[in-house]
């Protein structure tokens, strides 16, 4: 059985001027989507994966979207050059978890809520974070009717 889940990445406090986008596919194929500049308010992204499940075995999460290794799996969101803008000042990826652990519990109603998660866009020295979230607050859930605007 494969079920979809709708998920939003909230980037607080990106760089000015930086641009930010959701990679999807994967290694030196892919494309970037939902790319946005860095401009004092917070960046959405919003997208689906899916969760694949087998005779009862542990989910398994797959989609265009999803990077690494089955058990490791996450999502890039690509700074500067890795989102398509020429001439970046900073050029990388953020790395955010997507831990098959929290999508364990799937529930029927699955199309009424949307998984979002908070990362932060900057370090404490001001510059962008890079490589895997740290700290990570994780996944929460939300209703799909609050997914608009907050």
Same mark, same amino acid.
């Given at each position: 059985?494969?079920?979809?889940?709708?998920?939003?990445?909230?980037?607080?406090?990106? $760089?000015? !001027?930086?641009?930010?986008?959701?990679? *999807? +596919?994967?290694?030196?194929? #892919?494309?970037?989507?939902?790319?946005?500049? @860095?401009?004092?308010?917070?960046?959405?992204?919003?997208?689906?994966?899916?969760?694949?499940?087998?005779?009862?075995?542990?989910?398994? $999460?797959? !989609?265009?979207?999803?990077?690494?290794? *089955? +058990?490791?799996?996450?999502? #890039?969101?690509?700074?500067?050059?890795?989102? @398509?803008?020429?001439?970046?000042?900073?050029?990388?990826?953020?790395?955010?978890?997507?831990?098959?652990?929290?999508?364990?519990?799937?529930?029927?109603?699955?199309?009424?809520?949307?998984?979002?998660?908070?990362?932060?866009?900057?370090?404490?020295?001001?510059?962008?974070?890079?490589?895997?979230?740290?700290?990570?607050?994780?996944?929460?859930?939300?209703?799909?009717?609050?997914?608009?605007?907050?």
């Amino acid at each position: 059985m494969t079920t979809e889940i709708n998920l939003r990445i909230v980037l607080k406090n990106p $760089i000015e !001027g930086t641009r930010y986008g959701l990679q *999807k +596919g994967k290694g030196s194929v #892919y494309e970037t989507l939902q790319g946005q500049l @860095g401009s004092g308010h917070d960046l959405k992204f919003n997208f689906t994966i899916q969760v694949k499940e087998i005779n009862g075995s542990v989910p398994t $999460i797959i !989609g265009p979207f999803v990077q690494g290794p *089955k +058990g490791n799996p996450f999502i #890039y969101i690509g700074i500067g050059s890795y989102a @398509g803008q020429t001439g970046a000042v900073w050029n990388g990826r953020i790395k955010v978890p997507l831990p098959d652990a929290a999508y364990e519990n799937i529930q029927p109603d699955v199309d009424q809520f949307l998984w979002t998660c908070n990362i932060p866009g900057r370090n404490k020295d001001g510059k962008p974070v890079f490589a895997t979230v740290k700290p990570f607050e994780g996944w929460f859930r939300q209703k799909q009717s609050d997914r608009e605007g907050k």
